[in-house]
């Protein structure tokens, strides 16, 4: 298909350039459209993309199917909501806290995959979702429980304070869009990078080879978790309240679905995956109260009619995939 | 009876009720996972309307034969349930399944999602978004075991529940339909090109599983005597877990993951707190996970060089 030869085309391109065209437009959209609505919409999708580039690491690189990545969302979201409520934390700081806090739960989830593999694993992620959910809710004294906390204070930059007005904030995600793109080409090519997708392939001869692999394997999970620390803080930041229903298995669910949509192992697929399923909704909203019938016939005809997604290129052979096809490599 | 006794066993047959439909609908995922290493995540909606037809059922059957008795009725709802919850498995399997056979796992795991999306939101416009209550069809009676209660409902749980185990088992075991989807499930390649239609293995399995599941939803209607339209996921994602504890692809271990998860779920409703009972079923599969990791009785399957 012509997608598939363009895409090859742009994976071509280096990864700087790469960049630039993909959220170049998105960063001049707001000099063309004012509509608080689209903007606002725009940074929700960015959350999304940032939140599904993380997923890919684990997904689409490693080979590991995880159903309880919305969590790390949430301990990032809860981890900034909770410093700035009680200590007065600023955004900038409370920002890599989140992600750290995630990570090492990011590290703690992916503990059991040294003995743990393929569908086995996904249901302790699933696991490890609904408890974190379940704990939100339920840990009043905390996290406020099904009310969840509000008041969250919103970033300053310099002089200059957030306010209700979408713009700024979508700056910040897609500059944290573009440096993580930036992070995950980096680590793509390097040693690390190239062992990830070892591992999807052929785990046993990757360890033969002297891959370690529980090593590269935490390292993937803690990667992703990191990223879902880092956009839980935005969002927070940006609702100023959260509560424990954002961060449910429905979410998971959907973040997957973006990933394998967009073409697994493919870092501009996740965020096409992105786009298209936190736009669509939106699309639909002239169906009212069929939306999310069509949005669910949408999902299964993508999936008939493209069921590489929409940048996949290569078949992802091990634990994900059907063993038939062979795909080459190609993670970026 | 010493109360402290009396709480453990009617926790302990609490926790076996639910774990009953549990592992009714467990099975559905095992089965189907035994054939198409497929996690169905529509099949908890499809429990879900098996209740939801069980519901229309018995307000039909009460308001147009009212005098009939109770087990009359109780039959018909059944068998409305699961005529209906088979076909619509056998139309899933048909359109979102069968063209992405060959594809990678994944696409058809999104596909199933987008069918749960589908099948959530058909019966929340059909129905209406807000709780439907059961009417009643079986009549008050309890048995009351020095302390223990023990329901009607109960009752027929385990009775329906425990005899479709035996049937399935009967069926797998001895039937030629048996034989050709344990062949199917060890190696579908093989086993259609010893003459096994595969497609028809799978249609089956489809329509068996959503059987079984329409009976669970039926079940689970009637024991709580209400519905909403989210109920098939919870119950979905709970009944998966209960696959995958007793080894996803193995009936027995389905059969035992279902009534194993219910039993400390009770345990944990009644000991702990019920608000944290999900997470000590959840916090229990994943130990027993790093302990066996495929599960109670699932295949410790080699890696081939």
């Known amino acids: 298909m012509n997608l598939g030869k363009a895409s090859e085309k742009i994976k071509n391109l280096p990864y700087p350039l790469q960049i630039v065209l993909f959220l170049g437009p998105f960063f001049l959209f707001p000099l063309f459209d004012k509509n608080t609505y689209h903007l606002d919409l725009l940074t929700g999708v960015g959350i999304f993309a940032l939140l599904a580039m993380g997923l890919n690491v684990v997904v689409g690189l490693t080979g590991l199917l995880n159903l309880g990545y919305a969590a790390f969302f949430g301990i990032g979201a809860y981890t900034y909501a909770l410093l700035n409520l009680h200590w007065h934390w600023s955004f900038w700081c409370g920002l890599p806290a989140a992600g750290l806090v995630s990570m090492l739960f990011g590290f703690l989830i992916g503990m059991p995959s040294i003995r743990v593999r393929g569908d086995y694993l996904a249901i302790t992620t699933l696991g490890f979702g609904e408890i974190t959910r379940i704990a939100f809710n339920n840990l009043d004294q905390w996290t406020g429980g099904p009310n969840g906390l509000l008041g969250i204070a919103r970033p300053r930059f310099f002089n200059y304070s957030f306010s209700v007005n979408p713009t700024p904030y979508l700056y910040l995600v897609l500059v944290m869009i573009a440096l993580t793109a930036f992070f995950l080409f980096r680590m793509s090519r390097s040693k690390i990078g190239r062992a990830l997708v070892a591992i999807r392939e052929d785990e046993l001869a990757a360890s033969c080879m002297g891959v370690p692999a529980l090593h590269v394997k935490l390292v993937a999970f803690g990667v992703s978790a990191f990223i879902a620390g880092l956009a839980g803080a935005v969002f927070a930041a940006k609702q100023t309240i959260i509560t424990p229903d954002s961060f449910d298995f429905v979410l998971s669910v959907l973040l997957l679905a973006m990933v394998v949509l967009g073409g697994m192992g493919n870092i501009w697929g996740a965020v096409l995956g992105a786009l298209v399923l936190g736009v669509l909704p939106e699309l639909l909203r002239g169906f009212a109260v069929y939306r999310m019938l069509i949005f669910g016939l949408v999902m299964i005809l993508m999936m008939i009619f493209r069921p590489q997604g929409i940048l996949g290129s290569q078949i992802i052979r091990r634990e994900l995939g059907s063993p038939k096809e062979k795909g080459s490599d190609g993670t970026s | ?305």
Not at chain 2, 137 to 162: C, E, K, N, Y
């Open chain 2, 1 to 305: 009876m010493n109360p402290e006794l009396q709480l453990f066993l009617q926790q302990l047959l609490n926790g076996l009720t639910i774990g009953m439909v549990y592992a009714l609908i467990a099975l559905g995922y095992t089965m189907v996972y035994g054939v198409l290493q497929l996690i169905n995540f529509a099949h908890g909606e499809v429990f879900m309307v098996g209740g939801y037809l069980a519901l229309t059922a018995a307000g039909l059957a009460t308001s147009l034969w009212a005098g009939l008795p109770f087990w009359v009725i109780l039959l018909f709802l059944f068998l409305f349930s699961i005529l209906g919850c088979s076909l619509l498995g056998a139309v899933i399997e048909r359109t979102a399944y069968r063209p992405l056979r060959g594809s990678p796992k994944l696409t058809a795991l999104i596909s199933s999602i987008g069918m749960s999306f589908v099948l959530q939101n058909a019966v929340m416009l059909i129905y209406g978004s807000k709780e439907q209550s059961m009417p009643d069809v079986l009549p008050r009676w309890q048995l009351d075991l020095g302390g223990v209660t023990v329901s009607l409902i109960q009752l027929i749980i385990f009775a329906t529940a425990l005899s479709l185990m035996a049937l399935l088992t009967l069926f797998v075991k001895r039937t030629r339909m048996g034989k050709a989807m344990r062949a199917a499930s060890e190696n579908p390649e093989a086993a259609s090109l010893m003459g096994i239609s595969v497609n028809g293995v799978i249609r089956t399995t489809f329509v068996l599983g959503s059987a079984l599941a329409a009976v669970g939803g039926s079940l689970f209607a009637m024991n709580y005597g209400s519905l909403n339209f989210h109920d098939g996921y919870l119950a979905g994602i709970k009944a998966f877990t209960a696959a995958v504890f007793g080894g996803i692809g193995s009936i027995p271990g389905a059969m035992i993951g279902g009534v194993l998860l219910g039993v400390f779920e009770g345990f944990g409703a009644g000991y702990i707190s019920s608000e944290w009972k999900d997470v000590f079923a959840f916090g229990l599969l994943i130990i027993l996970l790093l302990f066996r990791p495929s599960g109670i009785l699932g295949e410790n399957v080699p890696e081939k060089v």
